[in-house]
């Protein structure tokens, strides 16, 4: 996943919070306009039962997304993990190598000692 999405899914999410407290913020779900000045649309105005039901929609919708976006944010996190854990063995390997090459120069650097005595 690319950044410009985890930005994307961020956005969203910061949006999804935006909104909850500004709906929080006006009384009872479905209770009509908001304090603000805005309109929640027709079926919220008329406030009631279809009003409660249709906050009650948009909170599911928003709470969906959410979850959406967390599962997003954790397979990508396990991306990464698996990702880091691949370049630590890798790395360990390279160590692994080196000292092998080192150890074999040291042999032969001994065995150029003896003949030389």
């Known amino acids: 996943m690319s950044l ?16 909850r407290g500004v709906l929080a913020s006006h009384g009872d779900y479905g209770s009509g306009s908001g304090k603000g000045g805005g309109s929640g649309g027709s079926i919220r105005d008329a406030g009631g039962k279809f009003g409660e039901r249709e906050a009650a929609f948009e909170n599911a919708y928003f709470k969906k997304l959410e979850a959406e976006q967390l599962e997003a ?13 691949m370049e630590i063995q890798r790395h360990l390997d390279a160590i692994k190598r080196h000292r092998e090459h080192q150890d074999d120069l040291h042999k032969v ?5 003896k003949r030389d005595d």
């Open 73 to 85: 944010l954790r397979k990508r996190h396990d991306e990464e993990i698996k990702h880091h854990e």
């Open 4 to 19: 410009c999405k985890i930005n994307n899914l961020r956005l969203v999410a910061v949006r999804s919070f935006s909104i």
């Open 109 to 113: 650097n001994k065995k150029k000692e």
